[in-house]
């Protein structure tokens, strides 16, 4: 044998070995498989990172290999519960995020509000500033639970628009994950929403306007033409037909 051949082949095989090594020494992060036996499990209220990926994810492998065996990120580990959610085992929790690649990771505050969130894969420094910038300088976002129990409370016009038309959003995700609890949530609110579902209607976007009217719909029972994909003249007509319908509702009551 040709002695640099060998020689590389005793190279590959070593980096092969470490590599293996501490691909078996991954994870020493205690994750939990999901948000609710991770505070379940807790007696103290801290904040939680929740990191989604699959099995066939090679940036997914890579953090695990990389970033979360890395001193830096084991050294503030213990300040934070971590959860690792299987997005092909738990497509319910992925949607209720709104996670559409993988990895992604999300900084939650001691009461499930996200305070931060970032896709892709994440270095090891660059994880623990992540995390600790999410803290000290929150984006916060709200989950679908929360949005609803604000929704069910609000009372004034700017909190009615605000969480209909995130509702709204939800509904015209493709997944349709909350569905139909969206839309009992609706029903039990009454005509307070419908204007905001009116305006959403002339959105530019096809799936708000769709989502719109269905809801619309399904609370009013009004059988009042609208057609979503027609062009926006025609459907600024419909749209003034069902001005006057709601108008009309309105001065009834």
């Known amino acids: 044998m040709n002695p640099r051949t060998h020689k590389t082949r005793f190279v590959i095989l070593a980096v092969s070995i470490l590599l293996v090594a501490k691909i078996v020494s991954a994870d020493p992060i205690p994750f939990h498989k999901t948000l609710e036996n991770a505070i379940q499990s807790d007696g103290k209220k801290r904040p939680v990172v929740v990191v989604f990926g699959a099995p066939w994810c090679g940036w997914c492998r890579k953090m695990d290999v990389d970033t979360f065996t890395d001193s830096r990120v084991e050294a503030i580990s ?52 992540f995390i600790t910038e999410s803290l000290d300088n929150p984006h916060p976002s709200v989950l679908l639970p929360d949005l609803l129990k604000r929704y069910a409370v609000a009372t004034t016009e700017e909190e009615i628009r605000d969480t209909t ?4 959003e939800q509904l015209a995700r493709s997944d349709r994950v909350g569905r139909e609890v969206i839309l009992a949530a609706m029903k039990t609110k009454g005509a307070s929403s419908w204007p905001v579902l009116l305006e959403l209607m002339a959105d530019e976007r096809l799936s708000i306007r769709a989502a719109a009217v269905g809801s619309l719909k399904h609370m009013s029972k009004a059988d009042i033409v609208f057609h979503p994909f027609a062009k926006h003249d025609l459907r600024q007509q419909q749209i003034a037909v069902w001005q006057q319908w709601l108008d009309n509702v309105v001065s009834v009551k």
């Open 78 to 129: 213990k300040k934070y519960l971590w959860v690792k959610v299987d997005i092909d085992e738990d497509k319910e929790t992925a949607a209720r995020f709104g996670v559409h690649g993988v990895p992604q990771t999300f900084v939650l505050n001691d009461q499930g509000s996200v305070l931060g969130s970032r896709g892709g894969y994440i270095p090891p420094q660059k994880m623990v500033n």
């Open 165 to 168: 038309f995130k509702l709204v």
